[in-house]
């Protein structure tokens, strides 16, 4: 059960940093351009940038649009990582409650194993 | 210890060999020529019942004498069997003791014995029980947070590099943000690993609390059991001693009852013995079993010069003629205690029909050298 809760937790926090990835570049489904091409565009359009073009106002949108995508790729994978921990950790627990479990039923078979002695001992 | 008996006294109707006549006895030698009525003229139809009365009573006279000494013979004969310790019962009674007091031993040692088995079977169980789950303890010890996966930072890949170079900006602006995320990665990781190290320790201390938890759960219930072997050791303990003085007690109590019911079996042979002398059908008084007999020193008789013993039995007395077979028992206990008597007195006793105080008081007279008895006279005391 924990087992699948974090398969699908992997699944889900996984989709977003794949959503991020490929925002850059990769078209819509409705054939529109990525992030990337179209901030570019954006500012050849204002002659900004383009072939022999080379403005400072493009570079720092575009650095600024790298910032903020690592930030979120960041974000994200972090978050996915925190909490494929928090399910490692509750499977750690988890087993570790099983390991009680079987030493209390070793350990109350060793206390029932007693309890047959003194209850032999007491045969007269 | 030996018990002197003394002869008892009889009825004197016994002796009524006068039947209370009135008529005055002739003065005759032997003292009963007078029942003859030869020289009274009273008649021979009487003399003749006087005599058949005398004939018969002193047939019984012989008889209770007879059968007076042959219960006298068999009793005495009783009476020291019975002085005789119960040899038989009391040996019996001792080897019921013995026998009972080994078995209640062998008992008690069965008993230990399995007590000590059960005790040795128990301890295995208990020591094979904790020593499995000792090892089982630590063949399986928790790993889950030890052998958990500790948390690796996150390293943000810049996938805009080459584009951000072909378009002429520098990466390298990126660069803090990615550093900043790392490091917030990397302490989130730390943190992570914190809490592993932790939990990996609280893991151990279990681990050890549960094998110190073991050992102890063996020692005390080896405690346990050592405490209930001795609680049944002690049990038996009490219960053998307890059977060992009930044992004791109904051995004494047999023991008493045995010397009891001896005691009790002499007594009555003693009072048989008793009785039989009281109604005087034995002759004389006889010693019980074992007692000392005493003899009288001989004396002589104060009428003749020469000396003669004085008869000590009823037998002598018979063989002298001083009494004939019919005298009464009392007469002749009389006679025997007063050696000197003149048995003309005693005639004349058995012809008054006279009581035996009175006749030890003429007996006295009588050595005092005063005969008040004389033939033909009534006396009246």
Not at chain 2, 109 to 129: F, H, K, Y
Not at chain 2, 156 to 162: I, K, V
Not at chain 2, 197 to 202: C, I, S, T
Not at chain 2, 309 to 317: D, F, K, V, Y
């Amino acid at each position: 059960m924990n087992a699948y809760e974090k398969f699908l937790a992997e699944t889900r926090g996984q989709r977003p940093i794949l959503q991020l990835q490929e925002a850059a570049f990769t078209t819509t489904p409705f054939g529109g351009l990525g992030e990337v091409p179209k901030l570019t565009s954006s500012y050849a359009r204002r002659g900004l940038t383009g072939q022999n073009v080379s403005s400072g106002v493009y570079k720092n949108a575009l650095e600024s649009y790298a910032r903020n995508r690592a930030r979120q790729l960041g974000y994200a994978t972090t978050d996915l990582a925190e909490q494929l921990r928090g399910f490692d950790l509750r499977s750690a627990g988890l087993r570790q409650n099983m390991e009680r479990g079987l030493s209390d039923l070793e350990s109350i078979k060793a206390q029932q194993i007693s309890e047959d002695a003194k209850a032999l001992l007491n045969l007269r | 210890m030996a018990v002197i008996y003394s002869p008892t006294w009889f009825n004197p109707g016994d002796t009524n060999l006068g039947a209370g006549t009135s008529a005055t006895p002739a003065n005759t030698d032997s003292g009963y020529d007078w029942l003859t009525g030869a020289s009274t003229g009273t008649g021979s139809s009487l003399t003749a019942y006087q005599k058949a009365m005398l004939d018969l009573k002193a047939a019984e006279t012989a008889r209770l004498a007879t059968g007076g000494q042959n219960a006298y013979n068999y009793t005495v004969d009783l009476l020291n069997a019975s002085r005789q310790p119960f040899a038989g019962t009391l040996e019996e009674i001792n080897k019921q003791e013995q026998e009972q007091r080994g078995f209640v031993q062998q008992q008690q040692t069965n008993l230990l014995q399995q007590i000590a088995d059960r005790l040795a079977q128990s301890q295995a169980l208990t020591t094979a029980g904790y020593g499995n789950l000792r090892t089982a303890l630590e063949q399986n010890a928790p790993r889950a947070f030890q052998e958990a996966q500790g948390a690796m930072p996150t390293i943000t890949q810049n996938a805009l590099a080459q584009y951000m170079q072909a378009q002429g900006a520098s990466p390298e602006a990126v660069q803090p943000e990615l550093n900043r995320l790392n490091a917030a990665a990397a302490g989130s990781a730390a943190n992570y690993n914190s809490l592993l190290n932790v939990l990996r320790g609280a893991e151990q201390a279990g681990q050890a609390s549960r094998l110190a938890e073991a050992q102890m759960g063996g020692n005390l219930a080896q405690q346990q059991l050592q405490a209930i072997y001795g609680t049944q050791t002690a049990g038996v303990e009490r219960g053998v001693l307890e059977a060992l003085a009930n044992i004791a007690a109904q051995s004494s109590a047999a023991r008493i009852a045995a010397e009891n019911a001896r005691r009790q079996r002499s007594e009555a042979l003693e009072n048989a013995l008793a009785a039989l002398l009281a109604r005087g059908v034995v002759a004389q008084p006889v010693p019980p079993p074992g007692s000392q007999t005493t003899t009288q020193p001989p004396t002589t008789t104060r009428t003749g010069s020469t000396t003669q013993a004085p008869a000590t039995t009823s037998q002598e007395l018979l063989d002298r003629g001083v009494i004939s077979p019919q005298t009464s028992p009392e007469i002749i206990e009389a006679i025997l205690s007063n050696p000197t008597i003149d048995p003309g007195i005693v005639s004349a006793a058995l012809a008054q029909n006279i009581s035996p105080q009175l006749l030890d008081d003429l007996v006295n007279r009588s050595s005092m050298g005063t005969n008040l008895l004389m033939p033909g006279q009534m006396y009246m005391f």
